[in-house]
């Protein structure tokens, strides 16, 4: 796990100090803006095939039950995977994996013109997924200096919620009747394409933005951070990841970001149900005018997000920690409100909460993963854990239901399970911080 680093992020360090102090956090260097645009059309892709495949397992005829098996297809990737790819990660320089991650991600899409079945052709598109996101993150721990990581995410995670919200809009598009029919007129003379449905049309098309983004990919820059070689035994590397979560765990930096980072996803994912079924019988909202409400919380992340990148430093990141126990204490005020218009500012502001204290702890914990481990190592951690909590919470969420719950009852278990873990963090963090001095690890280099 010990790791050697040359090139630009080298040079970054041997810059004057009078250099490092005038130049400004936000400022980027031009690698990063390939970097946010390959992840921009990968993401795109990624939210708009989900839209596509739900299609497709309908003009199969496929039970409803399916449509949920789609995400957790997907999900399960990242976590049964997750001992693997940070070696893949570390194997090469990390523009080249992205690039490769997202021609597996076409294959996937390709798969679903064959007799693959669609859940089995979306988990092939989780494995590039998996795959490709130890590489994203990673690269910016190469790239940048600590000081810019914060901004760094949050570019990224605006970014990626924008994705989300277009993703889906395009997904949709796509397989309207409109779209579809112009699409299905075109044809190639002399070649029967088996192009007959929307879906499939859909796909196509979102196979070209998964090519445009393997096409930003070529264009990262090589940051000429080098690691060990990687071991390829299975049982060892599984022993590795096993090592690396427990050092993480251990971490006093480490344990309180993971365990944000990981509460945040599952409850993320958790509460795009939640918006969906409180929709449905708090305002009477169909289903199409429901799934405006999960853009609207995703707006309200990416503005949290983009207000944290601004305003909070890496050495102060712990400092955002009240805000997370604010958003769950805010999130059962939804079981108040009976108009569309008053939901609109509300989800905005649970979801700008939610980015405001998420994007500092995502940018502290790729910063003590980066000195305690390699960077593809410390992003497999931390996506195996997140997306386990997903998986997790989501199966709660369903025994919850499972038990003819009200959705009232729902939103107020799960904004107080919220509010307590966030407390319970903060408490940890308040008895390690009696030991040690956190804006001193934050600095701490590994030598």
């Given at each position: 796990m010990a790791r050697r680093q040359t090139g630009q992020a080298a040079h970054e360090s041997g810059k004057p100090a009078l250099e490092r102090r005038h130049e400004s956090p936000f400022r980027m260097k031009r690698g990063f803006y390939t970097i946010m645009a390959a992840q921009f059309f990968s993401s795109l892709a990624d939210n708009a095939l989900l839209i596509a495949a739900i299609a497709l397992l309908i003009e199969m005829h496929a039970p409803e039950w399916m449509k949920p098996l789609l995400k957790l297809f997907f999900t399960v990737s990242y976590v049964m995977l997750a001992p693997f790819v940070g070696a893949l990660a570390d194997s090469m320089p990390k523009g080249r994996v992205m690039f490769v991650t997202n021609l597996v991600k076409i294959v996937g899409c390709m798969l679903m013109f064959f007799t693959i079945h669609p859940l089995l052709a979306y988990?092939?598109?989780?494995?590039?997924?998996?795959?490709?996101?130890?590489?994203?993150?990673?690269?910016?721990?190469?790239?940048?200096?600590?000081?810019?990581?914060?901004?760094?995410?949050?570019?990224?995670?605006?970014?990626?919620?924008?994705?989300?919200?277009?993703?889906?809009?395009?997904?949709?598009?796509?397989?309207?009747?409109?779209?579809?029919?112009?699409?299905?007129?075109?044809?190639?003379?002399?070649?029967?394409?088996?192009?007959?449905?929307?879906?499939?049309?859909?796909?196509?098309?979102?196979?070209?933005?998964?090519?445009?983004?393997?096409?930003?990919?070529?264009?990262?820059?090589?940051?000429?951070?080098?690691?060990?070689?990687?071991?390829?035994?299975?049982?060892?590397?599984?022993?590795?990841?096993?090592?690396?979560?427990?050092?993480?765990?251990?971490?006093?930096?480490?344990?309180?970001?993971?365990?944000?980072?990981?509460?945040?996803?599952?409850?993320?994912?958790?509460?795009?149900?939640?918006?969906?079924?409180?929709?449905?019988?708090?305002?009477?909202?169909?289903?199409?005018?429901?799934?405006?409400?999960?853009?609207?919380?995703?707006?309200?992340?990416?503005?949290?997000?983009?207000?944290?990148?601004?305003?909070?430093?890496?050495?102060?990141?712990?400092?955002?920690?009240?805000?997370?126990?604010a958003m769950g204490l805010v999130v059962p005020t939804m079981t108040l409100v009976s108009s569309e218009w008053v939901a609109f500012p509300l989800l905005v502001l649970v979801g700008a909460m939610a980015g405001f204290f998420v994007v500092p702890m995502n940018a502290l914990l790729q910063h003590r993963g980066h000195v305690l481990?390699?960077?593809?190592?410390?992003?497999?951690?931390q996506n195996f854990n997140e997306n386990l909590n997903i998986l997790l919470m989501l199966g709660l969420y369903s025994l919850l239901l499972r038990l003819e719950l009200g959705v009232n009852l729902v939103i107020v278990i799960f904004g107080g399970f919220v509010a307590l873990t966030m407390i319970a963090v903060m408490r940890l963090h308040a008895a390690n911080q009696r030991v040690f001095d956190s804006v001193a690890l934050i600095g701490q280099s590994k030598h």
């Amino acid at each position: 796990m010990a790791r050697r680093q040359t090139g630009q992020a080298a040079h970054e360090s041997g810059k004057p100090a009078l250099e490092r102090r005038h130049e400004s956090p936000f400022r980027m260097k031009r690698g990063f803006y390939t970097i946010m645009a390959a992840q921009f059309f990968s993401s795109l892709a990624d939210n708009a095939l989900l839209i596509a495949a739900i299609a497709l397992l309908i003009e199969m005829h496929a039970p409803e039950w399916m449509k949920p098996l789609l995400k957790l297809f997907f999900t399960v990737s990242y976590v049964m995977l997750a001992p693997f790819v940070g070696a893949l990660a570390d194997s090469m320089p990390k523009g080249r994996v992205m690039f490769v991650t997202n021609l597996v991600k076409i294959v996937g899409c390709m798969l679903m013109f064959f007799t693959i079945h669609p859940l089995l052709a979306y988990g092939v598109v989780g494995f590039g997924a998996a795959a490709y996101s130890p590489a994203k993150y990673g690269i910016l721990t190469e790239l940048l200096p600590p000081e810019k990581l914060v901004a760094a995410n949050g570019w990224i995670e605006g970014t990626t919620v924008g994705s989300i919200i277009l993703g889906t809009v395009l997904g949709g598009a796509l397989i309207s009747p409109t779209v579809a029919g112009t699409l299905l007129a075109f044809d190639l003379p002399l070649v029967d394409t088996g192009i007959d449905t929307p879906a499939e049309s859909a796909i196509v098309v979102i196979a070209v933005f998964y090519a445009i983004a393997a096409a930003f990919n070529l264009g990262i820059p090589d940051t000429g951070a080098r690691y060990p070689q990687q071991a390829r035994n299975p049982f060892r590397l599984v022993r590795e990841f096993l090592g690396c979560c427990r050092v993480l765990w251990r971490d006093k930096l480490g344990q309180i970001s993971l365990a944000v980072t990981t509460l945040f996803w599952g409850a993320g994912a958790t509460l795009q149900f939640i918006v969906l079924d409180w929709a449905r019988h708090a305002l009477g909202l169909p289903l199409s005018r429901a799934a405006i409400l999960q853009g609207v919380v995703a707006l309200g992340i990416a503005v949290g997000a983009v207000l944290a990148a601004r305003v909070v430093r890496l050495r102060d990141s712990l400092r955002v920690l009240p805000v997370g126990v604010a958003m769950g204490l805010v999130v059962p005020t939804m079981t108040l409100v009976s108009s569309e218009w008053v939901a609109f500012p509300l989800l905005v502001l649970v979801g700008a909460m939610a980015g405001f204290f998420v994007v500092p702890m995502n940018a502290l914990l790729q910063h003590r993963g980066h000195v305690l481990m390699s960077a593809g190592h410390s992003i497999a951690v931390q996506n195996f854990n997140e997306n386990l909590n997903i998986l997790l919470m989501l199966g709660l969420y369903s025994l919850l239901l499972r038990l003819e719950l009200g959705v009232n009852l729902v939103i107020v278990i799960f904004g107080g399970f919220v509010a307590l873990t966030m407390i319970a963090v903060m408490r940890l963090h308040a008895a390690n911080q009696r030991v040690f001095d956190s804006v001193a690890l934050i600095g701490q280099s590994k030598h």
